[in-house]
């Protein structure tokens, strides 16, 4: 199993970013998938969720109706759309199985400053 994330960066407050997560060695249709985040010095969390028929999703409080989970079942990858983000979304985002989850990927670093 491997999860590659991309798409992070340096961006200003209010601004947005779209990551990606290249998923294989597993049959990604038939799971749902979840994107965490942990910020310096805090324990990993969970962003959001997408079922495997992309059917229904769900997020956290301080992301939600800003952020966008979604997922092209074609291509094994799951995308995350970052509206109006806010100094506190400073982490580095991993994309993983929602449960059980496996080996994690190296992550991709988002920095929201000024």
């Known amino acids: 199993v491997q999860f590659v994330e991309s798409g992070g960066g340096l961006v200003q407050p209010g601004g947005s970013l779209r990551l990606s997560c290249a998923a294989s060695g597993f049959t990604f249709s038939t799971w749902s998938m979840s994107w965490f985040r942990q910020a310096p010095g805090k324990e990993r969390e969970l962003v959001a969720t997408?079922?495997?028929?992309?059917?229904?999703?769900n997020y956290g409080d301080s992301v939600k109706g800003r952020f966008t989970i979604s997922r092209d079942n074609a291509k094994n990858t799951v995308f995350l759309q970052m509206n109006s983000l806010k100094p506190e979304d400073t982490a580095v985002y991993y994309c993983n199985r929602f449960f059980p989850r496996t080996s994690w990927g190296k992550g991709t670093l988002v920095t929201v400053s000024s």
């Open positions: 997408i079922t495997n028929a992309a059917g229904s999703t």
